[in-house]
């Protein structure tokens, strides 16, 4: 059923494109039926709205880097400036609907997230401090040692919209990069946060006092095991977890996260994150949580 939902945003765009189509041919048969679409929307005006739509499929970060370099390329060339000019009615109308349609595809439900039945039921089945925009579903889990000590773990798995883009390629590396660059990620990791502080002694996590620092590190990462028939390079980002409440001007550090990421076709990507305690003997010895990725990886 996931597979189904990931066509939709691209029907939105495909039906978009010929509800304003037909909106401007309507105008037409008003003055003249005669009269062809075509020349309201320049030599190559059609060909350009079919082309982007299908670079969504192909190009990494997708509409946010087609509508920018068409706009560009049109601005540049003397022959698309004047097209403009003379058809800036329609080629607005028609851009406008297209992007109107990539944005409501935003909305469009996604799977469930990948739920490894090694790890059992999810503690927690949504998060009521996830974004609106765009569309995700979560499962939390707090992993617990079977004795005493801080191998803590919390353990979201994630499905989330891409509105901007189709295709797999580039897809898991442009939505870590999107996610950081506007910090997306700080309204879902309260919960973690409210999670990661209930098994801790001693000073107490504020998540309204938190802040996520990226840690240099490989932007992707090998993970390998025959035992679950694993091989995969996917997108991996880190973090420091800080607390603000410190007498440092960088606040304290106390814990890690660990972001993983991969793209289905049709817009729509799965992200596994993995949130550790600052004493979590795995932050030397595994900071790229070998174990559970390749669980979630294995499904």
């Known amino acids: 059923m996931s597979q189904l939902w990931n066509l939709v945003p691209s029907l939105l765009v495909f039906f978009g494109t010929l509800i304003a189509v037909w909106w401007l041919r309507r105008g037409l048969d008003k003055e003249d039926a005669t009269r062809n679409l075509r020349p309201l929307l320049g030599p190559y005006g059609l060909e350009a709205v079919i082309g ?3 670079l969504l499929w192909v190009v990494p970060w997708g509409v946010l880097v087609v ?7 049109s601005a540049l060339s003397p022959a698309g400036r004047e097209d403009w000019r003379t058809h800036r009615r329609t080629r607005i109308t028609l851009c406008t609907c297209l992007v109107t349609m990539i944005l409501l595809g935003g909305f469009v439900p996604v799977g469930q997230p990948i739920a490894p039945a090694a790890w059992g039921e999810p503690l927690l089945q949504e998060n009521p401090n996830a974004p609106l925009y765009p569309a995700s579903e979560q499962y939390t889990w ?5 004795s005493a000590g801080f191998d803590v773990e919390i353990v979201q798995s994630i499905s989330l919209r891409l509105p901007y883009q189709y295709g797999t390629i580039g897809a898991s ?13 700080n309204g879902r990791m309260r919960q973690a946060i409210e999670l990661l502080d209930q098994q801790l002694t001693g000073a107490s996590l504020d998540p309204d006092e938190m802040d996520l620092k990226a840690v240099s590190t490989e932007e992707s990462h090998r993970y390998i095991s025959t035992a679950l028939g694993v091989d995969e390079r996917v997108e991996v980002r880190v973090f420091e977890l800080r607390s603000l409440l410190s007498t440092s001007s960088d ?13 289905n076709l049709g817009g729509e990507l799965q992200m596994l994150i993995v949130v550790r305690p600052v004493l979590h003997p795995g932050l030397s010895s595994d900071r790229f949580a070998e174990a559970i990725v390749l669980e979630w990886l294995a499904e």
């Open 52 to 54: 982007g739509f299908l």
């Open 142 to 146: 707090l992993m617990l040692p079977e």
């Open 251 to 263: 606040g304290t550090r106390v814990g890690e996260v660990l972001c993983v990421a991969k793209a």
């Open 67 to 73: 509508l920018p370099v068409l706009l560009v390329v």
């Open 173 to 185: 590396s442009s939505a870590l990069d999107v996610s950081e660059l506007f910090g997306m990620e």
